[in-house]
């Protein structure tokens, strides 16, 4: 949307525009006719021919930068005041004339400031005739405004909130372009400017017209300024003006008062000390606070050791120093702490002893209460079967002059069969697998015994098999205060002994040590605003396994253990899994005689087979309940 379009949909501005230009001229022509009735009589000598030529104005820098707000701000820089820019819109583009200043060979380049992330992609500067020209490429839509103040003057390319689609009315884009200065803060009602070289007093008196605010401006606000500005808030045009000229503002109602920044920092001071000076010279009062619920010292400690108090002291109170007032007391204030009666004694000018009052009514309240309640659920499940055989046969072919062959289990067996007198059989198996390893119990067995004269047979089945179900249920609860750490434990400390010394010729020291085996729950809850209670939870889950016997010394135990450390966020009441560890094992074993294991259906007498399946599960449930103790 151009320039001409805008001033053709806003007369209230092209209005406020003329009167400007027509207040503008009413002041020069008064400055004009004072100055004639102020001169002198004598006879002005001629300013030498060429003189404003002496002195051409040059572009010295151009810069670009990134606003606050996503606006790509242009900076052009001139070697001396007198330059006259002019800003116009053209399609996508941004067009700066600088009609009366050169721009030097060097500056004649093209920048690309699509990394900035503004509206401007590109800037193109190059001569035109004798003066400049610099073209802002622009990508979406944007707001362009532009003012001058001494040898510098900034565009700056705004981008709009809302982007409409082309063909959209003018109406419509002006409530965009309303929208987009809403977004950035700006309020006022859109004002156009147009001035050269103006009083800085006579802008200011023309945004008060505008603002309907009154605009107090100081004395020391002097000096002139060049403005274009295009359909800009009116608040935003002030802001614009006394960033120019290094002033600034402050509001009381609808009064603004305006004078430069050093003068106003000055003020703010000067009002600073004054109040100081006599908070210094009020009495001072002594208040007594009682504690109900926390501790007078936690307190004491807590505001003494802030950032800036004027109490420093350690022990029981302390004496202020020199810094001013930016804390919980002043700088003659003393507070004192006594744990007997959980009392704090307070010395300060009325105004501090009320704020420390408010503020420890704030501290000292009831807090909420959690209470936690875990499960630890740990479920077995085991199987294991062994299934074995035993077969011995022995033959016995001797005569009675002892000659002849044995065939049996064992040497040892046929060495007594040999040298034997009775000739009876002992018992020596060729095969002994019996049912056994994975399981505990004696295994069931049946056996057959086939006896002759020269002939023994034995053959023995055994099989055993175990099945185990179990489950451990563990529920501690707490009850904990918010933001304090709760402990419960409960288990056992088993003893043993150990050994020290004992080498070179030292005499051993047995000494008794103990090792702990706890069901432990400990937590630190944290109510939330919203009601929910964030955990830090350590829980513990120890037993005893079995115990490694050790001759001459006893037994050494030896712990199972199940520990979470971890941190979670509950609902008030919900009941979560917080974790859990599964573990499975399937373990299978053959024992057999090679080549005589491997017959079909006979092979089962020749090896033992054993089968065994351990499930076990841990899982670890927790529950928070929030128990309110503090009224709402």
Known sequence: MTASKAHSLRPSRRLATVRACGLVLAIGLSAVAGAAMAAPATPMSPAPAGSAATAPVEVSAIDFKRGENGEGRLILRFSDNGATPDLRSQGDSVVVDVGNAALPASLQRPLNVVDFATPVQRVD?????????????????????????????IVEIVPRADQRAVGATAAVAGASATAATKARGYTGRPVTFNFQD?????????????????????????????????????????DIVLRAKGLDKRRDGGVIWIAPQPELAKFEQDKEDARIAIENREDLVTDYIQINYHSASAIFKALTE?????????????????QNENGFLSPRGRIVADE????????????????????????????????????IVIATDTFARDLGARFGVMVNNLQDDGKGDVYGGNTADNVNIVNGSDRVFPSAYNVNLPASGFTNSPAAAIAYTLLRRSFNLDLELS?????????????????????????????????????????????????VQFKEALLELKVTPTITNDGRVFLNLNVKKDEVRDFITLSGYGTVPTLDKREINTAVLVEDGQTVVIGGVYEFTDRSSIAKVPFLGDIPFLGNLFKKKSRMKDKAELLIFITPKVLSVAKR
């Open 463 to 511: 099989a055993m098999q175990e099945e185990g179900r179990g489950e451990v249920v563990s529920n501690p609860r707490i009850v904990t205060a918010n933001q304090r750490e709760g402990v419960i434990r409960q288990g056992q400390e088993i003893g043993y002994v150990t050994i020290t010394g004992g080498t070179a010729g030292a005499a051993a020291t047995p000494n």
């Open 198 to 238: 103006v009083p800085v007093r006579t802008v200011l008196q023309l945004i008060a017209e505008e603002s309907g605010l009154n605009i107090v401006a100081s004395d020391t606000v002097t000096g002139n300024v060049t403005l274009r500005l295009v359909n800009v808030p009116w608040d935003q045009a002030l």
């Open 125 to 153: 500067a190059h001569a035109l005739g004798k003066g400049t020209q610099l073209v802002l490429s622009t990508k979406g839509g944007f707001e362009s405004l532009a003012y001058q103040t001494g040898n510098e003057y």
């Open 340 to 375: 007997r009666t959980n009392t704090l004694m307070i010395s300060d000018i009325p105004k501090k002893v009320a704020q420390m009052r408010e503020l420890i009514g704030v501290i000292d309240r009831p807090v909420d209460q959690v209470l936690i309640e875990g499960r």
């Open 306 to 322: 802030a950032k800036g108090v004027g109490n420093q002291g350690g022990g029981g109170g302390g004496t202020g120093n020199n």
